[in-house]
């Protein structure tokens, strides 16, 4: 087997196909991370576990008497149907977590926030423990049925490249709107100075709405890929989650949005080849170590803009 | 009832009030009481084994959190991955006790050099980042630690079921009751608590607070910012690594569940409850930490739901937390010092020299004192200083004029070692200072003052004033918490400075107040006094009349001319011409990050190419 050069072609681009599956959720909820940290300055610490509370709600809806009522809208509808409910409630909880959580001690200062936002993710943690139990939940098995085909001599799964699919098609989305509409031009003057914005008769509120439905929605989508991916969903999945998305925040530079979809990208195909050419068991201290590396070195990360502190 | 109000009052005194800083008799008497529970609570006859348990859990809480305090309360770096030093006391304990059959007090210091040691390491390399950077930074190293004792490296951490077998501690007897373990680990409570609050009545503590309050201006007034940033990571780290060692034995087993991000988390909230740098308010937010959840406890599910409820409203309408530190006043700075001081306060203390203890006189005139040559800066292809030279004369006024934007302030960033200049050198008396960092400079003898001011708000203004003084005293931790004599005289000796420059700017009847507090144009006279107090032989002033009334603008113009008779030499950036014309010998004037003329400022005010600059808009 060590000789066989053909079969070891074929593991690397399986780990590849796999590390750019995994590297799709995280480019979702890196994004999240993002916009958010772009315009409030602050590291949303719930938006890991909305993720979760994506992940579950997509559980819910495709089990037991719901379970029946999205399979009887065929694969594509249901899954559409699906993908649809879990973003719009998801948004709905970022939205309230904002109001909630960050609205009312925004004042008080950076140090207060971070606590807020602590609480607020230990509160959704738990009411989602609460509500499905503290016990891992299992997707049903082949909502989406277990093709295997070849894709230009690349062997992958239908699951993939439906996963692939959407979380491209939804990147290109963002990427069209933050990059080329006025409203995405209105986010991006919010992320450089707000209060000039401000002055420019740019309605902040409108935005922070904004990030806050979009980003925690976008994560929401990719927990329920991720639990069709993994199939194995736990209540607390979203500290791990997160902390991985936001490593890849920094990655392609914080508050810059194609640089989270790029750092998503390269975190999990590094994560993947870490697991399968060096160690599964030390591949998270490797990427922990990568973010030190990369905020030592090139604290803007990949993609990010190069700021001067004004004395 | 009446009593129980103003001590409740005097508790609650918010700490933005306007006025005095810091009654502390309220909170005094609420110390003693609590520290009486504290110490008396085992003994009450319906506590029972597991109440104990919850006491010391309490306990564990509240050492992790005082050791968090340091680094986040004190020094504002935000640490969200304190665990990782919690962890490798514990498992340094663990690991030595079952291999080596060392005894477990004899690993409490070994656990405590082991983890600051370990924090040394790993923050060195990251100190320089700011803010939200080194709190990811923090929470990964806090990952890789509890990472790496699940995968059982070498064989030592025992993987994800950690170690077993760990024994008891021994002091004379074994200690092995609930309640011997409560009372080992609140007795060392008790000692870290005493020797912290000294700390925070030392050079050593307030230069942490500097720091937390505002960086640039804390480095640019003396203080060594990397130097503390580093030394508050090591005494956190090895306090916390103290609490893992008492956790590993009273537990007698560990496993890397107990040293996850979760945690960390908790010591965050628990110092940001309690009112960041407060002490007893650390041990309340440990008590309220841990005794909440097992009140809650018949609700198991939910309460973990209510506890993140809890932190969030408290947030919301209580964000000091619940007892937030107090500052000292300046009487109560001189009283901890009173009593055991072995030499008598120095004779010449109390007059106002400002330049007290510089070699030469006043009478040197004419003789550079600094000398800029051929400075280049630009900050990604803009060029904001190129080729600029100028000479600062000894014991006289220098102003350095120009129009907006003519790169002013950079030339000041320069002088004080803020920025670095990519050519040119800066020679103060002579010697090249350019290569030097900000606090080295203000300690060879330039200190500033800021255009758009930086006080720290939430101090003192005699703290504020102490800052310039820090540069001028040695004492480090150590003496800090053991307040040897001679930190005694220093610290007294400082005091007296500081409140003579205060005095020097009239604002002796401030000092206890807390420095946001002051209106505007007294903020710009504290922050001369805080230079003053750095004892310069330079100082160098930005933009000092801007926002002041013209009144206030002429006495500006009298304390710097008897400055200068006093034999300080003063280099100032200003837009106020009246008050240029009035107390300068000399004028600078800068345009496009060159300089185009100098001499006196009448014969500015006739050169033509200043004119065309910069003054022909008044002039035509």
Same mark, same amino acid.
């Given at each position: 087997?060590?000789?066989?050069?053909?079969?070891?072609?074929?593991?690397?681009?399986?780990?590849?196909?796999?590390?750019?599956?995994?590297?799709?959720?995280?480019?979702?909820?890196?994004?999240?991370?993002?916009?958010?940290?772009?315009?409030?300055?602050?590291?949303?610490?719930?938006?890991?576990?909305?993720?979760?509370?994506?992940?579950?709600?997509?559980?819910?809806?495709?089990?037991?008497?719901?379970?029946?009522?999205?399979?009887?809208?065929?694969?594509?509808?249901?899954?559409?149907?699906?993908?649809?409910?879990?973003?719009?409630?998801?948004?709905?909880?970022?939205?309230?977590?904002?109001?909630?959580?960050?609205?009312?001690?925004?004042?008080?200062?950076?140090?207060? !926030?971070?606590?807020?936002?602590?609480?607020?993710?230990?509160?959704?943690?738990?009411?989602?423990?609460?509500?499905?139990?503290?016990?891992?939940?299992?997707?049903?098995?082949?909502?989406?049925?277990?093709?295997?085909?070849?894709?230009?001599?690349?062997?992958?799964?239908?699951?993939?490249?439906?996963?692939?699919?959407?979380?491209?098609?939804?990147? !290109?989305?963002?990427?069209?709107?933050?990059?080329?509409?006025?409203?995405?031009?209105?986010?991006?003057?919010?992320?450089?100075?707000?209060?000039?914005?401000?002055?420019?008769?740019?309605?902040?509120?409108?935005?922070?709405?904004?990030?806050?439905?979009?980003?925690?929605?976008?994560?929401?989508?990719?927990?329920?890929?991720?639990?069709?991916?993994?199939?194995?969903?736990?209540?607390?999945?979203?500290?791990?989650?997160?902390?991985?998305?936001?490593?890849?925040?920094?990655?392609?530079?914080?508050?810059?949005?194609?640089?989270?979809?790029?750092?998503?990208?390269?975190?999990?195909?590094?994560?993947?080849?870490?697991?399968?050419?060096?160690?599964?068991?030390?591949?998270?201290?490797?990427?922990?170590?990568?973010?030190?590396?990369?905020?030592?070195?090139?604290?803007?990360?990949?993609?990010?803009?190069?700021?001067?502190?004004?004395? | 009832?009446?009593?129980?109000?103003?001590?409740?009052?005097?508790?609650?005194?918010?700490?933005?009030?306007?006025?005095?800083?810091?009654?502390?008799?309220?909170?005094?008497?609420?110390?003693?009481?609590?520290?009486?529970?504290?110490?008396?609570?085992?003994?009450?006859?319906?506590?029972?084994?597991?109440?104990?348990?919850?006491?010391?859990?309490?306990?564990?809480?509240?050492?992790?959190?005082?050791?968090?305090?340091?680094?986040?309360?004190?020094?504002?770096?935000?640490?969200?991955?304190?665990?990782?030093?919690?962890?490798?006391?514990?498992?340094?304990?663990?690991?030595?006790?079952?291999?080596?059959?060392?005894?477990?007090?004899?690993?409490?210091?070994?656990?405590?050099?082991?983890?600051?040691?370990?924090?040394?390491?790993?923050?060195?390399?990251?100190?320089?980042?700011?803010?939200?950077?080194?709190?990811?930074?923090?929470?990964?190293?806090?990952?890789?630690?509890?990472?790496?004792?699940?995968?059982?490296?070498?064989?030592?951490?025992?993987?994800?079921?950690?170690?077993?077998?760990?024994?008891?501690?021994?002091?004379?007897?074994?200690?092995?009751?609930?309640?011997?373990?409560?009372?080992?680990?609140?007795?060392?409570?008790?000692?870290?608590?005493?020797?912290?609050?000294?700390?925070?009545?030392?050079?050593?503590?307030?230069?942490?607070?500097?720091?937390?309050?505002?960086?640039?201006?804390?480095?640019?007034?003396?203080?060594?910012?990397?130097?503390?940033?580093?030394?508050?990571?090591?005494?956190?780290?090895?306090?916390?690594?103290?609490?893992?060692?008492?956790?590993?034995?009273?537990?007698?087993?560990?496993?890397?569940?107990?040293?996850?991000?979760?945690?960390?988390?908790?010591?965050?909230?628990?110092?940001?409850?309690?009112?960041?740098?407060?002490?007893?308010?650390?041990?309340?937010?440990?008590?309220?930490?841990?005794?909440?959840?097992?009140?809650?406890?018949?609700?198991?599910?939910?309460?973990?739901?209510?506890?993140?409820?809890?932190?969030?409203?408290?947030?919301?309408?209580?964000?000091?937390?619940?007892?937030?530190?107090?500052?000292?006043?300046?009487?109560?700075?001189?009283?901890?010092?009173?009593?055991?001081?072995?030499?008598?306060?120095?004779?010449?203390?109390?007059?106002?020299?400002?330049?007290?203890?510089?070699?030469?006189?006043?009478?040197?005139?004419?003789?550079?004192?600094?000398?800029?040559?051929?400075?280049?800066?630009?900050?990604?292809?803009?060029?904001?200083?190129?080729?600029?030279? !100028?000479?600062?004369?000894?014991?006289?006024?220098?102003?350095?004029?120009?129009?907006?934007?003519?790169?002013?302030?950079?030339?000041?960033?320069?002088?004080?070692?803020?920025?670095?200049?990519?050519?040119?050198?800066?020679?103060?008396?002579?010697?090249?200072?350019?290569?030097?960092?900000?606090?080295?400079?203000?300690?060879?003898?330039?200190?500033?003052?800021?255009?758009?001011?930086?006080?720290?708000?939430?101090?003192?203004?005699?703290?504020?004033?102490?800052?310039?003084?820090?540069?001028?005293?040695?004492?480090?931790?150590?003496?800090?918490?053991?307040?040897?004599?001679?930190?005694?005289?220093?610290?007294?000796?400082?005091?007296?400075?500081?409140?003579?420059?205060?005095?020097?700017?009239?604002?002796?009847?401030?000092?206890?107040?807390?420095?946001?507090?002051?209106?505007?144009?007294?903020?710009?006279?504290?922050?001369?006094?805080?230079?003053?107090?750095?004892?310069?032989?330079?100082?160098?002033?930005?933009?000092?009349?801007?926002?002041?009334?013209?009144?206030?603008?002429?006495?500006?113009?009298?304390?710097?001319?008897?400055?200068?008779?006093?034999?300080?030499?003063?280099?100032?950036?200003?837009?106020?011409?009246?008050?240029?014309?009035?107390?300068?010998?000399?004028?600078?004037?800068?345009?496009?990050?060159?300089?185009?003329?100098?001499?006196?400022?009448?014969?500015?005010?006739?050169?033509?190419?200043?004119?065309?600059?910069?003054?022909?808009?008044?002039?035509?």
């Amino acid at each position: 087997m060590f000789f066989d050069k053909g079969r070891k072609v074929s593991t690397f681009i399986e780990q590849l196909v796999n590390g750019l599956t995994v590297g799709s959720f995280y480019a979702l909820v890196a994004l999240g991370y993002s916009m958010v940290y772009g315009v409030m300055k602050l590291i949303n610490f719930a938006h890991g576990d909305l993720f979760a509370l994506g992940a579950y709600l997509g559980y819910s809806l495709l089990t037991g008497a719901t379970g029946k009522i999205t399979a009887s809208m065929g694969l594509w509808g249901g899954m559409a149907f699906t993908a649809f409910l879990v973003a719009l409630s998801v948004a709905l909880a970022g939205v309230l977590v904002e109001r909630i959580a960050y609205r009312p001690v925004y004042p008080s200062g950076r140090l207060s !926030l971070v606590v807020s936002a602590l609480g607020m993710a230990i509160f959704i943690q738990n009411a989602v423990m609460a509500i499905w139990g503290s016990r891992p939940r299992a997707f049903p098995a082949s909502v989406v049925p277990s093709l295997r085909f070849s894709l230009f001599g690349i062997p992958v799964t239908l699951l993939q490249v439906t996963i692939l699919g959407i979380s491209f098609a939804l990147m !290109l989305a963002i990427w069209l709107i933050v990059e080329k509409s006025s409203f995405g031009a209105a986010v991006r003057a919010a992320a450089l100075d707000r209060e000039t914005a401000t002055l420019l008769g740019i309605d902040v509120r409108k935005v922070i709405f904004f990030v806050f439905a979009l980003g925690p929605g976008l994560g929401g989508v990719a927990g329920l890929m991720n639990g069709l991916y993994y199939r194995a969903i736990s209540f607390n999945m979203g500290w791990n989650y997160g902390l991985k998305a936001f490593t890849a925040t920094i990655l392609g530079g914080i508050g810059n949005i194609p640089g989270a979809m790029l750092g998503g990208l390269i975190l999990g195909v590094v994560e993947s080849l870490l697991a399968g050419y060096v160690s599964g068991a030390w591949k998270d201290v490797f990427v922990f170590i990568l973010l030190i590396a990369i905020l030592i070195f090139r604290p803007r990360g990949l993609l990010g803009e190069k700021t001067a502190e004004k004395v | 009832m009446n009593i129980s109000s103003g001590i409740l009052r005097r508790i609650l005194q918010a700490p933005g009030d306007p006025g005095k800083g810091g009654d502390t008799r309220g909170r005094r008497i609420i110390g003693i009481v609590a520290a009486a529970f504290f110490m008396f609570f085992p003994l009450l006859p319906f506590v029972d084994n597991y109440w104990i348990d919850v006491g010391f859990y309490v306990g564990i809480y509240a050492l992790l959190g005082l050791s968090l305090n340091i680094v986040l309360g004190e020094v504002g770096l935000f640490d969200l991955g304190h665990t990782a030093f919690y962890a490798i006391g514990a498992y340094v304990t663990a690991i030595l006790n079952t291999r080596f059959q060392i005894p477990i007090l004899f690993l409490l210091p070994v656990s405590a050099v082991a983890a600051g040691l370990f924090a040394w390491l790993v923050t060195t390399p990251v100190i320089h980042l700011k803010g939200d950077y080194l709190c990811i930074v923090t929470i990964g190293i806090g990952e890789i630690v509890r990472l790496s004792m699940i995968n059982n490296p070498l064989g030592l951490t025992g993987g994800p079921n950690g170690i077993n077998g760990i024994d008891n501690p021994r002091f004379f007897v074994p200690i092995l009751s609930s309640r011997q373990f409560y009372y080992l680990l609140w007795a060392i409570i008790g000692i870290s608590a005493f020797l912290l609050t000294r700390l925070q009545r030392s050079r050593v503590g307030r230069a942490w607070n500097y720091i937390r309050e505002d960086e640039t201006a804390a480095k640019a007034l003396g203080v060594n910012v990397r130097h503390y940033k580093l030394s508050a990571f090591v005494l956190g780290a090895a306090l916390a690594g103290v609490a893992g060692n008492i956790y590993a034995s009273k537990q007698m087993s560990i496993s890397p569940e107990s040293f996850t991000f979760m945690e960390s988390s908790l010591l965050f909230c628990i110092v940001l409850l309690g009112g960041l740098g407060s002490i007893p308010g650390t041990v309340l937010g440990a008590l309220v930490v841990t005794v909440f959840p097992e009140l809650f406890r018949p609700f198991a599910k939910y309460r973990l739901m209510f506890f993140g409820l809890a932190l969030l409203l408290m947030m919301i309408f209580k964000p000091a937390g619940i007892l937030p530190r107090l500052r000292d006043s300046g009487d109560r700075l001189r009283k901890t010092l009173e009593g055991k001081k072995t030499r008598k306060s120095h004779p010449e203390s109390g007059s106002a020299q400002t330049s007290a203890g510089l070699p030469e006189s006043a009478q040197a005139n004419g003789k550079p004192l600094l000398r800029l040559e051929d400075l280049d800066l630009s900050f990604g292809g803009v060029t904001a200083v190129s080729g600029m030279e !100028l000479e600062v004369a000894k014991g006289g006024i220098t102003a350095l004029i120009g129009p907006n934007g003519a790169g002013k302030t950079t030339v000041f960033n320069i002088i004080t070692g803020i920025y670095k200049p990519m050519n040119g050198r800066v020679l103060l008396r002579g010697e090249d200072i350019s290569s030097k960092l900000p606090h080295q400079i203000a300690k060879a003898g330039v200190a500033r003052t800021f255009q758009n001011i930086r006080i720290f708000p939430s101090l003192t203004c005699l703290e504020n004033v102490l800052c310039g003084q820090h540069s001028r005293g040695r004492a480090g931790l150590a003496a800090s918490m053991l307040r040897v004599p001679g930190q005694r005289d220093e610290e007294s000796r400082m005091l007296e400075k500081a409140q003579a420059c205060l005095a020097r700017v009239g604002l002796s009847d401030s000092a206890d107040s807390l420095a946001a507090a002051l209106p505007y144009g007294k903020r710009r006279y504290l922050e001369i006094a805080r230079a003053l107090a750095a004892e310069p032989e330079l100082i160098v002033l930005d933009e000092p009349s801007s926002g002041l009334n013209d009144a206030e603008t002429t006495e500006l113009s009298v304390l710097l001319k008897s400055l200068v008779e006093e034999g300080l030499s003063v280099f100032l950036i200003e837009h106020d011409m009246n008050l240029v014309d009035m107390v300068s010998d000399h004028v600078v004037v800068m345009q496009s990050g060159k300089k185009i003329a100098e001499g006196p400022m009448c014969e500015m005010r006739r050169n033509p190419k200043v004119i065309e600059a910069y003054l022909g808009s008044e002039e035509d």
